[in-house]
């Protein structure tokens, strides 16, 4: 018998199709279905269905946004006009590290499908010659820089549904790869149903089981909530935490330049940009639209704002977004009950149901949307925000797409790490035979500067090397 208080529910919200094979269902799936019901925010799915006109949902214009786009304020690359030096954010980086004020949230809840690694993204095997996962690479980098500075960073760990258990797993059996279990905390984000572009019905992906979908990174604070680690957050005193994605072998995990650029102009929120190798690059875009740091997606900014230049002919939305963010704690408290945070965004995708026979259907074209939010729709809400730019070579190479695609590969991404590599071991002397890999551990050396004390000049490198 279906519960009362369900059916009530779901007939105020014209969803009774959700329990049309109630009878087929077995004691635990009629439970499992239950419990997923209960979740449900009809109204919530209601309100964003009211306008989809936008293809992100809210209806917003973002093509007469972007024509008053203007480049933003920024600390740019090695420029005389900022307003402080790297040595001086340097300084005030590395102090609150030592202080244990920084932390770091990594984002996880991706799975390698593009890259045919039917796994969490993190498990992919991505050092060029050590063959670190993505996940080792980014712990190891961690570490090191806890080890420098005699403090604890930890670690904030997102994952989603699809991804939490095996990487949990995972990362037992490697024993968290040198991290403290109490200083590893891994939260799974939320989800929401996808519904029929067409009817607006929640679809259903098994006749037990309601069609979901993670609900973007933007879900980080909901689930920082949820999960207790925005109490642990404060528990710790931890003022500052850094930002990023699993699938980039180059984050400069918890940087003291970008944290003390961070802390010295009272930032709340600082993004890290790179400049955009092409104007088209399908990178977001880092821009300023009525005096307030916004990112618009390559896909919502017109080509002819895209292309326009400078007089010197460089590209005048230069500033390509790489999920790189430093966020003080006080600002992520401050605005996590504010509805108007995160708005949601809705994206139209291919996504299998069963159909009103019962029937398995994969659709040949997008069928139903998917509510997801953007971690960078914070943006406008900080009262102070910065840019700061950072070499590309040095801080972004992402491991999207398949091999054999133009860009973001495994292999593209391993050669920007043997680039930057050997570029810090010619710095320090070395001479590296052409053609050969090199890759250096963070135990070894985490930067160039650190690397001249431990490489003697003309040391000779003709074989695949992995410093350790």
Not at 108 to 137: C, D, E, N, Y
Not at 150 to 167: C, F, K, N, Q, R
Request: overall charge negative; charged content about 25%; hydrophobic content about 40%.
């Amino acid at each position: 018998m279906l519960p009362p208080e369900i059916r009530q529910k779901l007939e105020r919200a014209d969803q009774m199709h959700l329990v049309r094979y109630w009878d087929d269902l077995d004691p635990p799936q009629k439970k499992s279905l239950l419990a997923q019901i209960e979740q449900i925010d009809f109204g919530l799915i209601a309100s964003q269905l009211q306008d989809t006109a936008g293809s992100h949902g809210h209806a917003t214009n973002w093509a007469e946004l972007a024509r008053r786009a203007e480049p933003p304020k920024a600390i740019r690359v090695g420029s005389p006009a900022n307003p402080v030096s790297d040595e001086q954010a340097r300084a005030a980086g590395e102090r609150a590290l030592r202080a244990g004020k920084v932390g770091f949230v990594l984002v996880a809840g991706g799975q390698g499908t593009r890259l045919g690694f039917p796994h969490p993204k993190g498990m992919f095997p991505l050092g060029p010659v050590s063959q670190r996962t993505l996940f080792q690479i980014l712990f190891d980098l961690l570490r090191a820089r806890s080890r420098r500075y005699g403090a604890v960073i930890p670690l904030y760990l997102m994952t989603s549904p699809a991804t939490h258990d095996e990487t949990v797993g995972f990362l037992d059996q490697h024993n968290r790869f040198g991290l403290a279990a109490d200083d590893l905390k891994i939260f799974c984000q939320g989800t929401m149903p996808a519904v029929d572009a067409e009817t607006g019905k929640i679809l259903l992906a098994e006749k037990h089981q309601i069609a979901t979908s993670p609900d973007g990174h933007g879900g980080l604070l909901e689930a920082l909530r949820k999960s207790g680690c925005l109490d642990d957050i404060v528990d710790r005193g931890i003022e500052q935490l850094f930002y990023g994605q699993v699938d980039n072998p180059l984050i400069q995990v918890c940087d003291p330049v970008l944290i003390g650029h961070h802390i010295l102009s009272k930032s709340e929120l600082t993004t890290q940009a790179v400049k955009k190798s092409y104007p088209l690059e399908r990178v977001g875009n880092v821009v300023s639209i009525d005096g307030h740091i916004q990112i618009i997606e390559y896909s919502d900014l017109p080509d002819e704002v895209a292309k326009k230049t400078n007089p010197d002919g460089s590209a005048y939305l230069w500033a390509g977004n790489i999920a790189v963010h430093v966020f003080e704690s006080s600002f992520l408290r401050r605005v996590i009950n504010s509805p108007a945070a995160l708005p949601f965004h809705l994206a139209f995708k291919k996504v299998p149901f069963i159909d009103g026979a019962g029937n398995y259907v994969e659709p040949e074209k997008s069928n139903a949307i998917k509510f997801e939010r953007f971690i960078f729709d914070l943006l406008p809400l900080a009262e102070t925000e910065i840019v700061v730019e950072s070499e590309k070579a040095e801080a972004f190479a992402p491991v999207k797409n398949a091999a054999g695609e133009l860009t973001d590969t495994a292999e593209i991404a391993q050669h920007a790490m043997i680039a930057l590599h050997s570029q810090w071991l010619r710095s320090a002397g070395a001479e590296i035979h052409p053609g050969t890999a090199v890759e250096i551990s963070p135990f070894f050396a985490i930067d160039a500067e650190e690397l001249k004390n431990r490489i003697k000049p003309g040391h000779r490198i003709k074989t695949p090397t992995f410093f350790q």
